[in-house]
Every structure is written in structure tokens, then in C-alpha cells.
């Protein structure tokens, strides 16, 4: 099995650009997470969607974070416009089943916004 | 207080040494507890689960007191190769799940 996907896995932009981060989970794996991990506060969940749907955003930042999941091998996490703060690694994870499960996570997406 | 607290280390230890770590949690609702694993630079992996009967892995040794709330992880005949930042995670009843900030620990040679 390949794991999870992400890319692109290092991305450098300028304040004010759109900034799309990928992930292709676990095939048959029916939740799919989005993390953001930084020095200062840790990994923090940002929002998990099951089976496509998301089903909790409470740790999103603001409205210039969006997250879709089309179908159930891809999801976006969308930043617009980026600020120096949204620098970050952000991971996507995928799980069979729940939370109660072990979720495994994808390499990570480096940002940095300059 | 946060919802899961952790001594951020780094704890350096010599091989072959015992090392514990606790981690304490403000929830008491919280359900499932779980040990990740993060190497510099790398995605967390699943450690171990923590059952509310204690359950070991080999070396690894995990305990819950969901009385005085925090879960602990032993590490016995400590390795070069267990140095990494060590996560507990809290899960509450399928609503939320919670990351604490980690303790990194460094064995030694």
C-alpha cells in the first residue's frame, strides 16, 4: 500500500497568494483528517471529514482556510489569501472506522509564506 | 489548563536506561488514549493504545489512571533508535481528538 499522499510536500509563497495542499488517502479508509503543526502550538486538528463529508471544522482557523472532499480518494485543504502565520507543516491523515482507530498521516506539506 | 499536558523534555538518557513519561488531561469524559511516535521531521506514527487495564509491547509499557487523569508510557533498555518526540492523544467519545505538545526524548550512547 502506498499511505497517504500529499503534495505538494514543500511550498514557498508570498503573503496574499492562494496556497491548494493535496491528499489522496489509504484506499478503503473512510475519515480523512487535516492537521497543522507548528513549534509554538503543536499539531492541532484542523477538520476530519467521514466518508466525504465534513463532519467537524471547529479547529479551522478563520475563513481563509477552506477543505473539500470530492470523492473519497482526494481532498484539498485551500489558504486565501496566505499570511506569514499560516506557515506550518500540514499533515493529512487517513483512518479505517473512526476515531478510535489508528490514523496513520502522510508525510506532510512544508509551508512557508513569506 | 489545556486539554492534554505534557513535559516537553527533552529527557537525555544513556542506553539501555528506563525512561517514563506521564501525560495528564483535563477531560474527564475522554474515552480512548493513545501513544504516537514523531522522528525530527517525520509524520507521528501509532505507538501503542492505551488500555484502561495497562497494556505492554515488548519494551513499551503504557498505563492509564483515569482517576488522578494522565496516562503514562515506560520505555525500558532504552535504544539510540527510540529517540524521537513522543505524542499522547486524547479521544473523546468520537467528538473531538486531541494531540498533547509531545516529550521528546534522546537516548544516548
Known amino acids: 500500500d502506498a499511505g497517504v499522499i500529499q503534495s505538494p510536500r514543500h511550498e514557498v509563497t508570498e503573503m496574499g497568494q492562494e496556497v491548494t495542499l493535496r491528499c489522496k488517502p489509504i484506499s478503503g479508509h473512510d475519515y480523512l483528517f487535516w492537521y497543522r503543526q507548528t513549534m509554538m502550538r503543536g499539531l492541532e486538528l484542523l477538520i476530519y471529514?467521514?466518508?466525504?463529508?465534513?463532519?467537524?471544522d471547529s479547529g479551522m482557523p478563520e475563513d481563509r482556510f477552506s477543505a473539500k472532499m470530492p470523492n473519497a480518494s482526494f481532498s484539498t485543504l485551500k489558504i486565501q489569501p496566505s499570511e506569514p502565520r499560516d506557515s506550518a507543516v500540514y499533515f493529512c491523515?487517513?483512518?479505517?472506522?473512526?476515531?478510535?482507530?489508528?490514523?496513520?498521516f502522510g508525510p506532510g506539506t512544508r509551508l512557508t509564506v513569506l | 489548563r489545556k486539554e492534554v499536558e505534557q513535559d516537553p523534555g527533552p529527557f537525555n538518557v544513556p542506553e539501555g536506561a528506563t525512561v517514563a513519561f506521564n501525560c495528564t488531561y483535563s477531560n474527564s469524559a475522554s474515552q480512548s488514549f493513545f501513544w504516537y511516535r514523531q522522528d525530527c521531521r517525520k509524520e507521528p506514527k501509532l505507538l501503542m493504545s492505551?488500555?484502561?487495564s495497562g497494556n505492554e509491547d515488548g519494551r513499551f509499557t503504557a498505563q492509564l489512571n483515569r482517576a488522578s487523569q494522565y496516562i503514562s508510557l515506560l520505555i525500558r533498555d532504552s535504544k539510540l533508535s527510540d529517540s524521537a518526540t513522543y505524542l499522547c492523544?486524547?479521544?473523546?467519545?468520537?467528538?473531538?481528538?486531541?494531540f498533547g505538545p509531545g516529550t521528546r526524548l534522546s537516548v544516548l550512547p
Open positions: 492505551v488500555y484502561s
Open positions: 491523515a487517513s483512518s479505517l472506522r473512526g476515531l478510535v482507530n489508528e490514523q496513520f
Open positions: 492523544v486524547r479521544e473523546n467519545y468520537g467528538q473531538n481528538f486531541v
Open positions: 471529514f467521514n466518508n466525504n463529508v465534513p463532519i467537524d
